[in-house]
């Protein structure tokens, strides 16, 4: 039976790799930025934004093939898209299916917005945040971080 | 290893045991010779004169001996040497470090290369937990912790003795109230943050309206580079300036405390009240620099 072309697949599947689905609209190319992925990138990449999601509103979606995410990378996204779930394809199976989840404490994930802290300086050191209720709060200064945290990725 | 940093690491116990223990040396034990031979270094890559002169006094009371740097220039952070490599090394030649520097979270990145124990004893605009508990204990010996009415005057945006204390008033049953002149009040992630850990916080806008129902007025330094000319600084530091006049029917306990120094915010006619209690304060910092050294060191 042929498909109807608008029922269509948007992004056909990949052999290996990550897909990374349910990432709140509009943060895929952040999601990108993230993961080290920029123009001359060497890996088949797609990108699809504003899909509709089954359980309705919208979604973006990435799929990187031959790649597959480290934790430490897949707590990075949590951060700007808390609902993203990621799967791990192997020869167009799904081998791993997980959610995000932001840890409870981010060492070396997000740069502190004060320009008095010790972590903007050039110690040896990775910066460290706690994740509370009210934001992140930096181990070193306590500053705590609010709003914009997807600019302050490292 | 135990290292104090900051006051937000410190359990109500934790306080208490500590205050406890000033309050043991400060009436009974003022010379004990309980860190004999061990030598500490009194790190202060930022001046502080009333803070390394009272962890040096404290450290000479115990019989320890100061190792003391108190110059960027000349030494290794001016060749540029990260904090990092200078505690790793000054670590393996003393028994504690005691560091002040212009960095907020220094003391905190000091503990994680350092081998001895360290003490925060102020990073920039950051942490100063020497100061919040001689604040606690100079309250202490007035009155209860707990059930008390305490109120916050001055900067309260920029003052970081101000937070510390509110921070660690939130272990005891105290109700906060802030009295700041516009621009100056409380940041709202602070406030917030105060709130979240069951803190009762409330505004006022003059200390008239509140200054009668309080037991402790704690007052802190409006800095003249917060304001954009001398001429606001001068209206705004003038209306906040405690007198003779504001204590004059305040409840009969109540006390005056202020960290120092002082740019005019407390009338020196203040000073012989009863309720002036910041030089007791200030003398506080010994015995209460002593119980820190003795916790961690010994």
């Known amino acids: 039976m042929t498909k109807n072309p608008e029922e269509g697949l948007l992004i056909s599947p990949i052999r290996n790799g990550t897909v ?12 990108l930025r993230i993961l080290g992925i920029t123009g001359t990138t060497r890996e088949c990449l797609s990108v699809a934004t504003n899909v509709k999601s089954c359980e309705g509103g919208l979604k973006d979606i990435v799929k990187v093939e031959n790649r597959e995410l480290k934790k430490n990378e897949v707590d990075r996204i949590a951060l700007i898209a808390p ?72 | 290893m135990r290292h104090i940093i900051s006051i937000r690491d410190m359990s ?49 009371r115990l019989g320890g001996e100061a190792i003391i740097v108190d110059s960027v220039e ?49 990073d920039g605009a950051g942490q100063h937990p020497s100061q919040t508990l001689l604040d606690l204990f100079t309250i202490r010996e007035s009155m209860p912790l707990d059930g008390i009415e305490v109120g916050l005057l001055g900067d309260l945006r920029y003052g970081r003795t101000a937070h510390s204390l509110a921070h660690a008033l939130t272990h005891y049953d105290v109700r906060i109230h802030t009295i700041a002149p516009r621009s100056l009040e409380l940041p709202n992630s602070t406030l917030s943050g105060l709130i979240r850990m069951g803190a009762k916080v409330i505004e006022h806008e003059t200390l008239d309206s509140v200054i009668n129902e309080l037991d402790v007025l704690y007052v802190t330094r409006i800095q003249r580079e917060r304001f954009p000319d001398l001429a606001t600084y001068s209206k ?36 012989t009240m009863p309720q002036a209690k910041y030089f007791r304060q200030a003398e506080n910092g010994v015995p209460v620099r002593m119980a820190m050294l003795e916790e961690v060191i010994q």
């Open chain 1, 20 to 31: 990374i689905d349910h990432i709140t609209a509009g943060e895929a190319l952040s999601v």
């Open chain 1, 83 to 154: 609902n993203a779930t990621i799967n791990i394809i192997r020869d167009f199976m799904v081998a791993e299916k997980k959610g995000v989840e932001i840890p409870s404490i981010l060492v070396g994930v997000v740069r502190c917005t004060n320009p008095g802290c010790i972590s903007n300086t050039n110690e040896p050191i990775e910066t460290k945040f706690v994740v509370e209720e009210g934001g992140l709060r930096c181990l070193y200064c306590d500053n705590i971080i609010t709003s914009g945290v997807a600019e302050l990725i490292i």
């Open chain 2, 12 to 60: 109500r116990e934790e306080i208490d045991s500590l205050l406890d223990k000033s309050e043991y040396i400060r009436k009974k034990d003022k010379y004990r010779r309980s860190l004999e031979g061990k030598l500490i270094a009194l790190l202060f890559f930022e001046p502080s004169t009333r803070t390394r002169m009272s962890f040096a006094s404290a450290l000479a």
């Open chain 2, 74 to 122: 000349g030494s290794s952070i001016s060749k540029g040497e990260t904090l990092a490599d200078t505690v790793r090394v000054v670590s393996s030649y003393v028994d504690g470090i005691v560091l002040r520097h212009p960095k907020e979270g220094a003391a905190r990145l000091a503990c994680e290369f350092s081998n001895v124990p360290v003490i925060n004893a102020g």
């Open chain 2, 236 to 271: 705004v530091s003038l209306s906040y300036r405690l007198t003779p006049e504001n204590l004059a029917d305040v409840k009969e306990n109540m006390i005056v405390l202020h960290p120092l120094p002082r740019a005019g915010e407390i009338d020196p006619s203040v000073d």
